[in-house]
């Protein structure tokens, strides 16, 4: 199922909210897509290796973004 907001982005919901793991859909977790700078990527894949390291878990992309995003929507006083 594909919405479009008023704020003029898309996300894309894989599989039923409350209903199973179909697709690519996990707990609390929307896929999305996003288009990033090739630098950013760069920088991704850096970072997620960083942390691997470091805390002895994969971690990927999509982690780096959510921690990347939470600082900024904390920062800016969104989200607690």
């Known amino acids: 199922m594909s919405d479009e907001h008023d704020h003029g ?3 894309h919901e894989q599989g039923h909210h ?3 793991h179909e697709g690519h859909e ?3 977790l ?3 897509t996003l288009l990033l700078e090739d ?3 760069d ?3 850096e970072v997620a290796a960083e942390i ?3 805390l002895k878990q994969p971690w990927d992309r999509g982690a780096v973004v959510r921690l990347a995003l939470s600082e900024f929507f904390s920062r800016r ?3 607690t």
Do not use: N, Q
Request: charged share 30%; net charge negative.
């Open 43 to 45: 920088a991704l894949d």
């Open 18 to 20: 409350g209903h199973g």
């Open 9 to 11: 982005h898309k996300h």
């Open 77 to 79: 006083g969104k989200i």
């Open 26 to 28: 996990h707990h609390g």
């Open 30 to 32: 929307v896929e999305v």
């Open 52 to 54: 691997t390291r470091d």
């Open 39 to 41: 630098e950013h990527l």
